[in-house]
């Protein structure tokens, strides 16, 4: 295996070739963060094997290495994708670490609507729906709410092509123009809401509540992100399920695009309780650090429901930690799926820094990486959910009856209850068809993520290489 640094200084010198200008200085190459990219993905990446470029053996000198990192003009994001697996659907990589911090605790350059996109008809135009706002946010304080619709950003329509620079997180302030459904289609209301942006940690835990039916009473959880900040307050709702004595329980992962493995395990562990010490998940690594592979344990907690039955709200976002959540479970519990099939992720990573020699971050540069690094399956050795965990009732949200989350009415949750039996079936109508809407992806904020600590034995180091271009 290489001697890896995951983040080394690379300086490529050439001597002056003849110009036009005989005064020009000896040309400086400066590789440092092309270096960093190609060692760390040739050393952690799950597919090292499967992408030719990333061989141990692909270069015959330094010389040559040189070269293949000269051929990207100083671009690392053309040369990261150039080296991701065909298979690759989730690695990614960021010029500031921080922002990619951020990224993963749910701290978001927000107006604090949280939207969904959908096509108009068989069009590029798009329109945007408000899944749900952020307390204490610009949206929630110009009474933006569930369900409303817009269809232009300043003025200026959505489309596929501008859809994500309207709603970049640098843009600070913007307008949207409110429309409604009209007949087939989408009409203006000709409301215009101006909002600001501002950062804003999100706690995904958005909704617990206890709901009580013919003598049921039922622990109800929106949970929208893994995020280990927010394990303490995790902790004090499931405390309060079993203060309350909750007989079944129900979370809503619809929205919830993964996040901290750590988080997963506490809150599969809570749940049940009778499972402590048991495998819950195996991870595999790519077969240069196979003796990383490990078993993920339930852990001995505080709370304990004693759970032997689960039903989860599932989406199409409801992905990656959310996924090893029902996975873990499946074969210990029963895990009932209502709502969409999910992301298909079973896949995790390690955030790869630029690690010096005492394992501390290269003060030079500021990129860092979020590539594929393991596999993820449950006690059973079962990974195999690429194309989504499929429900065992499916229900789409309609957008034209979004209706209040957390409330029996719901659309979703109500169908939890009746699958539960404790309301009684209702005809089902899905308007979502009626408008053919075609739902797209939403920018990178709401990518999927499982994510856990790279262990500090696995930061290996490399040394500085001192390479010539030809």
């Known amino acids: 295996m290489r001697k890896l640094l995951p983040y080394v200084l690379l300086l490529f010198f050439l001597i002056s070739c ?29 597919w090292q094997k499967s992408v030719p470029d990333l061989a141990d053996n692909r270069f015959d000198s330094q010389k040559s290495y040189a070269n ?17 697996s065909d298979k690759d659907r989730f690695s990614w990589i960021m010029s500031d670490y921080t ?9 978001y350059t927000t107006s604090g609507m949280m939207i969904g996109l959908g096509r108009v008809g068989d069009s590029n135009d798009l329109f945007a729906f408000v899944r749900y706002v952020l307390p204490d946010s610009d949206a929630a304080a110009k009474n933006i709410e569930r369900g409303n619709l817009f269809l232009s950003v300043n003025n200026e329509q959505l489309t596929i ?36 942006k501002a950062e804003i940690q999100e706690n995904p835990i958005h909704i617990h509540k206890i709901i009580e039916l013919n003598n049921t009473k039922i622990g109800y959880l929106m949970y929208n992100g893994f995020v280990a900040d927010f ?50 998940a195996q991870t595999q690594h790519n077969h240069k650090l196979s003796s990383y592979n490990e078993d993920y344990l339930f852990e001995a907690t505080a709370v304990q429901l004693e759970m032997n039955r689960l039903y989860v709200i599932s989406s199409r976002d409801t992905a990656s930690a959310s996924e090893l959540l029902i996975n873990g479970l499946s074969p210990y519990i029963d895990v009932i799926l209502i709502g969409d099939k999910t992301t298909g992720k079973n896949v ?21 990486m979020q590539p594929i690094t393991l596999k993820i399956a449950n006690s059973e050795g079962f990974a195999d959910f690429e194309n989504g965990l499929q ?44 408008f053919g809407i075609h739902f797209e992806k939403m920018p990178s904020l709401q990518d999927a ?22």
């Open 68 to 84: 293949f990192l000269s051929q990207y003009n100083g671009d690392p994001e053309l040369l990261f994708e150039s080296l991701l």
């Open 161 to 196: 092509d501008n859809y994500q620079a309207l709603l970049s997180s640098e843009v600070e302030s913007f307008s949207i123009q409110l429309a409604q459904i009209s007949g087939q289609t989408f009409a203006p209301t000709g409301v215009s809401v101006d909002l600001v």
């Open 348 to 368: 995790g990573s390690y955030s790869i820094y630029d690690w010096d020699d005492e394992g501390n971050v290269n003060p030079r540069h500021t990129w860092a």
């Open 391 to 434: 429900p065992d009732h499916r229900l789409k949200e309609d957008v034209a009856n979004l209706g209040t989350l957390g409330e029996i009415d719901e659309p979703l949750l109500e169908k939890t209850l009746e699958v539960m039996g404790v309301l009684p079936p209702k005809s089902e109508k899905n308007q979502l068809f009626r």
């Open 18 to 46: 003849k110009d036009e200008d005989d005064n020009i200085a000896p040309r400086e190459y400066d590789f440092e963060i092309e270096d960093f990219i190609w060692e760390g993905l040739n050393t952690y990446y799950f």
């Open 99 to 107: 922002e990619l911090e951020k990224q993963l605790s749910r701290v």
């Open 449 to 470: 993520i499982m994510h856990t600590e790279t262990p500090t034995k696995m930061r290996k180091i490399r040394q500085p290489k001192d390479f010539a271009l030809e």
């Open 231 to 280: 394990d303490d307050q995790l902790e004090n709702a499931f405390a309060e399920f079993q203060t309350q004595e909750v007989n079944q329980l129900i979370i809503d992962l619809r929205y919830n695009r993964g996040g901290r493995i750590s988080s997963s395990i506490k809150l599969a562990s809570m749940l049940t309780g009778q499972f402590s010490g048991e495998v819950f």
